[in-house]
């Protein structure tokens, strides 16, 4: 069984940066198709950026239009982690993060929530202006 646990949440100042962590159990996170999603109070679950990345399929990673150039996904593979860069963080960016896998690749733009069999319970994320 894959378990996701996030972490690196927390609160911040407009213009901060935040550094999320998404560590993988029970499977190795190079044939993953991996996703960062949040959700604010109030508002819809959104994408945030959707990234596969193995030896035999090219890397595919999709942002959110929102966070483009702000925002960057990376992953150890060493350490079976999935981070989130995010920087020039804005009031906006507040919201609950959420880290999920699944085995089959990820789509050509981002890969929807819904379609994504494993996920993790979150990490706050609080931007203060």
């Known amino acids: 069984q894959v378990q996701l646990v996030e972490s690196g949440g927390g609160s911040v100042q407009a213009g901060g940066s935040l550094r999320l962590s998404c560590v993988v159990f029970?499977?190795?996170?190079?044939?993953?198709?991996m996703g960062w999603f949040r959700q604010a109070p109030g508002k819809e679950r959104e994408a945030v950026v959707t990234t596969d990345s193995n030896a035999d399929r090219t890397t595919k990673t999709s942002y959110a239009e929102s966070v483009k150039g702000r925002f960057t996904v990376s992953r150890d593979n060493a350490k079976n982690t999935l981070y989130l860069q995010m920087n020039t963080l804005q009031s906006g960016d507040t919201a609950m993060y959420l880290c999920?896998?699944?085995?089959?690749?990820?789509?050509?733009?981002?890969?929807?929530?819904?379609?994504?069999?494993?996920r993790g319970r979150g990490t706050q994320v609080t931007v203060s202006s």
């Open positions: 999920a896998a699944r085995y089959a690749s990820c789509w050509g733009g981002l890969t929807e929530w819904e379609s994504f069999k494993f």
């Open positions: 029970g499977y190795s996170i190079e044939t993953l198709c």
